[in-house]
C-alpha cells in the first residue's frame, strides 16, 4: 500500500497553494458544475460563482456512481494546479442502495452494534460507488413528533443516543477510513437543531445552556469522541446566534471543549441563511461571521470563494482562518488516502457484485425485525398460517416503505407486503386490497414534485372502500396496512396534527365496525397520536418506515418466525396537545403523583393524562416476562466504589423472546433538579419459555455525575434510586446512597 502523506509534505502543499486555491477548497460543489450534462451557468451564477473558481473546489455534494466519479475526478485533477482531488460527499442515511429502517427504528432495536453493522455495509455500497464521506450519522436529541425529522434521529434519550452515534460512526468509518470500505462520517447537525420550536423546521432553538449541555450535546461529543471526521453545523439558531456563525458554539465547545480536530461543513445554504436570519448584512459578512466561527466548508452557497480572498488581501479577516481551514480539508483527503489514490474504493465491478447483495438484503431484514415495536396484542398475533385473512390499506401492496432520506434507494428494489405474505403463505383465502390512498385530498404535500409523491393509481374512492369493507365482511382476521405517506416525515415536513391521514381513518373505521379482529401495522416516520387505533384494534404493530426488506421482516414478525422485541426509543404522545413529551423530564412543585393527581393545583391536564399513550422504552413480545424486585448487593456507596444492581428475569409465556431490561436512574436531591428517571444502563436478553436469568447492573460514580450547579460533570453525595424494568414507567425501584 502507498503511504499517506507525511505532515511535512502537507504543509509543504499547503505553503505551494494560492490563496484562491485554499479559499477554493472550502467551496462545496454539486457535481453538474462539473460534468458536461452540467448547467454551467445558471445554478453556478445563482451561487455567484465562476468557472474558474469552480475548478478550484474542493468537494462535490450529492454525486454517486464508480464510473461517473472517477472521471469527474480525473478531469477535475488534470486541471487543478496542484493535482488536488475533489472529496465527494453524499447523505448516506439509513442505507445506500440497500435501505435499513429509518434511524428513529434502528434506535427501537435498542441493539447500536446492530445499527454499526448497518453503517458498514451502507459505507461499503457507498464506497463502490465513489463516496468518500457520508452526512451521517444525525444525531439530534428529539422530543417532539411534530418535527419531521424525528424520523432521522434515534430518538429522546441521550444515553441511548450517544450509543447509537459512536456505533454509526465506527460502522461508517472502521478503525482507519483510509481502509477499503468506509467512508468518513460527519455527526450533525450542530448543534440542538432537534428542538426546533413549536416543532417547525428550521425554527428558532430557545434551550438554556444547561439543558443543552445536559441532553442534547452530548450525543454530537460521542460521535466526535467516536472519530467522526466531520461535523456539520445545524441551520437554526442557539441563543440568538445562527449555529453558522455562532463563535461560542463552535470554537469554544466544539472546538475547545470536544476537542474536534476534524472539517467543520455549513448545512446547505446555512451561510447565507444567516441574512435572512437578521444576524448578516450581506453575504461578505456572513462570510466573516462563519470564517471567524470555524466553519470550513460553504455547503452550497459560493460566499466563501466570492469573498474570502478579498476580505483577506483588505486585512477584514486574519489569513490564519484559511490557512487553518484549508489544511483541516487537505488533511481529511489525506486521511482518506486520495492523494495516492484519489478514486479510493470506486469500481463499476465491485457496485454490480456488492450493491443489494444477499448479504445485505438479510441484514436488512434483521435490522427491520429488530425495528418492530408491538404497541398492543390482545391474543390476535402471530398469525397461522392459512388462515383467512384481508390484507386492507393503502401499505397492502405498496413499495414506498424506505423513507425519505434514502436518496440512492429505489422503492422498485422492495417487495410489496402482498409479495412477501404470498411467498410465505400461497393460501387462496388471503385477499389483498388498498381500500383508500395514502393521501386524501385535504392533504397537499407543499413543494414535492409530482413523481416523489406519486403512488399506486388510484380508483374511484367510494369503489375502493367499498370493496375492503366487503373483502373484511367475509375474512376471519383483517391485518391493516395503514400510515404516513413516506414523504410527510423527513426534512421540511412538520406536522401539526400527527394522525394517520383521515382518508385512512376512515376506512379503518368503517372496516372496524363489520369485523372486531383487526390488526393494524403502522407505518410512520414519527410517533403519530394513535389513540383510537389502539382503542379498537386489537393488535398494533409499529414498523415505521422499514426499508428494502421490511415487508418480508413484517411477515417474520406478524407470523411468529421472530417473535417482536423492539423498545419505543420515543415516546408515542396521548395526542399532539402533549409535546414536547419525554420520559426524562424533571419534575415540578406540585407533581402529579398517585394520591394528589386528583387535588385541583397540581401539575397536569384537565383534559388528557400526563403520561404519553405509550412511554419511552416500551414494547411488548408474544410472550411475557416477569421481573423480580431489585436486590442490590450493598445500599450505600463512596465514590470509587460500585453496586451491583440484579433482578431476576423469567420468560413466563410459552415462546422464545427477547427482552430488553432497561435500568433508570433518579437524584433525589441535587444542586440542579435531576429527571425523575434517566436511562443508565440495559441489557437485552433472549430466553427460553421457563428460563430465567439474573441480569446485573453495575451503578458507579460515571452513573451518577451531571452538570452540577458549578458546571462541572460529578456526583453529589445523597440518595438515589434505582429502577428497572421493561419501560420507562416502571416502577421497581431500591434506594441507595453516594457517601
Ligand atoms: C440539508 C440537511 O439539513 C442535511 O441534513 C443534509 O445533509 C444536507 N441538506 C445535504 O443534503
Not at 396534527?497 to 379503518?508: D, S
Not at 394528589?596 to 383534559?607: A, I, P, W
Amino acid at each position: 500500500m502507498v503511504g499517506k502523506m507525511t505532515n511535512q509534505e502537507l504543509r509543504s502543499l499547503l505553503d505551494e497553494m494560492t490563496l484562491e486555491e485554499k479559499v477554493n477548497q472550502m467551496q462545496q460543489l454539486i457535481g453538474a458544475f462539473l460534468t458536461d450534462e452540467g448547467v454551467v451557468t445558471g445554478p453556478m451564477q445563482e451561487m455567484g460563482l465562476t468557472e474558474e473558481r469552480a475548478v478550484l473546489a474542493g468537494s462535490v455534494l450529492g454525486s454517486y456512481g464508480a464510473e461517473k466519479l472517477k472521471k469527474m475526478q480525473r478531469e477535475f485533477i488534470e486541471k487543478h494546479p496542484h493535482r488536488i482531488p475533489l472529496l465527494f460527499m453524499l447523505d448516506v442515511i439509513n442505507g445506500f442502495r440497500t435501505v435499513f429502517p429509518i434511524p428513529l427504528g434502528q434506535g427501537a432495536s435498542f441493539e447500536p452494534e446492530l445499527s454499526e453493522r448497518c453503517a458498514a455495509v451502507a459505507a461499503k455500497e457507498a464506497a463502490v460507488s465513489g463516496v468518500h464521506v457520508t452526512f451521517a450519522p444525525m444525531v439530534d436529541l428529539v422530543r417532539d413528533a411534530r418535527w419531521g425529522r424525528v424520523m432521522e434521529s434515534t430518538g429522546e434519550d441521550p444515553y441511548l443516543n450517544c450509543l447509537f452515534s459512536a456505533a454509526m460512526v465506527k460502522g461508517f468509518q472502521g478503525e482507519d477510513i483510509k481502509e477499503p470500505y468506509r467512508v468518513a462520517a460527519c455527526v450533525k447537525h450542530f448543534g440542538g437543531y432537534g428542538a426546533a420550536t413549536a416543532g417547525r423546521d428550521y425554527n428558532t432553538v430557545e434551550l438554556s445552556e444547561h439543558t443543552l449541555r445536559e441532553f442534547y450535546l452530548p450525543s454530537y461529543k460521542a460521535g466526535i469522541d467516536a472519530g467522526a471526521a466531520m461535523v456539520m453545523t445545524a441551520f437554526n439558531t442557539l441563543g440568538g446566534v445562527p449555529c453558522s456563525g455562532n463563535k461560542w458554539l463552535m470554537r469554544d465547545v466544539l472546538r475547545g471543549e470536544m476537542e474536534f480536530d476534524g472539517v467543520l461543513i455549513s448545512d446547505w445554504a446555512a451561510i447565507e441563511e444567516m441574512i435572512y436570519h437578521g444576524y448578516c448584512a450581506d453575504r461578505r459578512e456572513a462570510a466573516v461571521r462563519a470564517a471567524e466561527a470555524g466553519v470550513d466548508i460553504d455547503m452550497m452557497t459560493g460566499i466563501y470563494s466570492e469573498h474570502l480572498c478579498s476580505l483577506v488581501r483588505e486585512g477584514k479577516i486574519p489569513q490564519k482562518l484559511v490557512d487553518e481551514a484549508a489544511a483541516r480539508i487537505l488533511e481529511l483527503k489525506n486521511k482518506l488516502g486520495l492523494f495516492e489514490n484519489p478514486y479510493k474504493d470506486a469500481d463499476e465491478k465491485a457496485e454490480k457484485e456488492i450493491i443489494l447483495c444477499e448479504e445485505h438484503k438479510e441484514l436488512a431484514r434483521e435490522a427491520a425485525r429488530k425495528s418492530f415495536v408491538l404497541l398492543k396484542n390482545e391474543d390476535i398475533l402471530p398469525l397461522e398460517k392459512g388462515s383467512k385473512i384481508a390484507y386492507i390499506g393503502p401499505y397492502a401492496n405498496n413499495r414506498h416503505m424506505i423513507g425519505s432520506w434514502s436518496i440512492i434507494g429505489e422503492s422498485k428494489d422492495v417487495t410489496t407486503l402482498q409479495e412477501a405474505v404470498k411467498e410465505y403463505d400461497g393460501n387462496a383465502q388471503t385477499v389483498f386490497c388498498a381500500g383508500s390512498p395514502v393521501l386524501g385530498d385535504n392533504i397537499k404535500l407543499e413543494g414535492f414534485v409530482g413523481n416523489e409523491v406519486e403512488e399506486a393509481p388510484v380508483r374511484d374512492c367510494g369503489q375502493m372502500l367499498e370493496e375492503a369493507v366487503c373483502a373484511a365482511k367475509a375474512a376471519d382476521i383483517v391485518v391493516m396496512a395503514l400510515g404516513e405517506h413516506y414523504l410527510q416525515s423527513g426534512e421540511a415536513t412538520s406536522h401539526a396534527n400527527i394522525q394517520v391521514p383521515e382518508v385512512q381513518m376512515e376506512l379503518f373505521r368503517r372496516v372496524c365496525e363489520v369485523n372486531e379482529r383487526v390488526v393494524v401495522v403502522l407505518f410512520s416516520g414519527r410517533p403519530l397520536d394513535i389513540r383510537e387505533i389502539s382503542g379498537k384494534a386489537k393488535a398494533v404493530l409499529q414498523v415505521w418506515m422499514p426499508g428494502t426488506e421490511g415487508a418480508r421482516a413484517i411477515v417474520d414478525v406478524l407470523y411468529g418466525a421472530y417473535n417482536p422485541s423492539g423498545k419505543l426509543p420515543m415516546s408515542f404522545p396521548y395526542c399532539v396537545g402533549q409535546v414536547p413529551v419525554h420520559y426524562n423530564e424533571y419534575s415540578t412543585g406540585r407533581p402529579c403523583v398517585p394520591g394528589k393527581d386528583k387535588d385541583r393545583f397540581r401539575s397536569k391536564y384537565l383534559d388528557i393524562p400526563n403520561a404519553p399513550l405509550y412511554p419511552f422504552g416500551y414494547g411488548l413480545s408474544y410472550t411475557r416476562f416477569s421481573v423480580s424486585k431489585i436486590a442490590l448487593d450493598k445500599e450505600c456507596m463512596t465514590r470509587d466504589e460500585s453496586i451491583r444492581a440484579e433482578v431476576k428475569v423469567k420468560n413466563i409465556g410459552e415462546r422464545k423472546g427477547t427482552e430488553t431490561i432497561q435500568f433508570y436512574i433518579r437524584d433525589v436531591a441535587a444542586s440542579v433538579v435531576r429527571p425523575v428517571k434517566e436511562l443508565k444502563g440495559f441489557c437485552k436478553i433472549t430466553l427460553e419459555p421457563g428460563e430465567e436469568q439474573t441480569v446485573s447492573f453495575t451503578i458507579d460514580d460515571s452513573k451518577l455525575q451531571f452538570l452540577t450547579e458549578s458546571g462541572r460533570w460529578e456526583s453529589e453525595a445523597g440518595k438515589f434510586e434505582v429502577f428497572a424494568g421493561t419501560d420507562s414507567s416502571t416502577v421497581n425501584c431500591a434506594e441507595f446512597k453516594l457517601n
